[in-house]
């Protein structure tokens, strides 16, 4: 069945670090990707989402370009602040039916230092 | 922000009781969603609703029942808890249910089952 995986955290930076957070997925044809982020108490929030190969979803400085050929969407930022630390998922549609529901990966804690 | 309200925010509870979450949307969104947040397993669906009284399970339903009456409220219950089913509960909805549409989740219910 489709799934996601994502890189096992936690994840420690220095502020201003280069943030890269490994996806990759499996899944029926082509659906859409999203990234999600859960800060400290509160629930989870689209961060960016890509709909098909090659384009790439943005917000906040973050990016992550949908790639078919090596079924990955990789979170990356240039220079993560403090306020960045966070629990990110990735997530994709499952595949089997037409009811929104959502596939995440395992998440990934983000922890930035000042 | 979508206008999701989880009650109750927290809950502890013994072993063997009944246990009821409500989710509240003023939205009108047809699809609502039940996950349970776990480390080491992100998110898993534990049911959905595709509309007043329909309902389908998720892939962690076992233990756990949810009735749709109305629009707005999505009840999901624990017929008798248990020390597995602590967790932290989220709701979450979304108004067509097609592949690139977002999720908007609530805040969460934290249940500790003793």
């Known amino acids: 069945g489709d799934s996601v995986t994502q890189m096992e955290g936690p994840v420690t930076l220095s502020e201003e670090a280069f943030l890269t957070i490994n996806c990759t997925y499996t899944?029926?044809?082509?659906?859409?990707l999203f990234w999600y982020v859960q800060y400290p108490g509160e629930g989870l929030q689209l961060l960016l989402k890509?709909?098909?190969?090659?384009d790439k979803g943005s917000n906040k400085g973050f990016e992550a370009t949908y790639r078919k050929e090596t079924t990955s969407f990789h979170l990356e930022k240039g220079s993560v602040q403090v306020s960045d630390s966070a629990v990110y998922f990735c997530?994709?549609?499952?595949?089997?039916?037409?009811?929104?529901?959502?596939?995440f990966g395992q998440g990934t804690t983000l922890q930035v230092k000042p | 922000d979508a206008g999701i309200t989880q009650s109750p925010r927290h809950k502890v509870t013994e072993t063997g009781t009944p246990v009821t979450l409500r989710c509240h949307q003023t939205?009108?969104?047809?699809?609502m969603y039940w996950y349970r947040q776990d480390p080491g397993h992100g998110l898993r669906l534990i049911h959905y609703?595709?509309?007043?009284?329909?309902?389908d399970k998720g892939e962690v339903s076992d233990g756990y029942s949810v009735s749709r009456s109305k629009t707005e409220d999505f009840l999901l219950t624990l017929e008798s808890a248990t020390s597995s089913q602590t967790s932290v509960y989220f709701c979450?909805?979304?108004?067509?249910?097609?592949?690139?549409?977002?999720?908007?989740f609530g805040s969460g219910t934290q249940l500790s089952v003793l």
């Open positions: 997530a994709t549609h499952d595949g089997s039916s037409n009811t929104g529901k959502l596939i």
């Open positions: 979450a909805i979304s108004e067509k249910g097609t592949q690139n549409e977002k999720l908007f």
């Open positions: 899944a029926t044809g082509y659906p859409s």
């Open positions: 939205e009108n969104h047809r699809y």
């Open positions: 609703s595709y509309g007043v009284k329909d309902t």
């Open positions: 890509a709909t098909k190969a090659d």
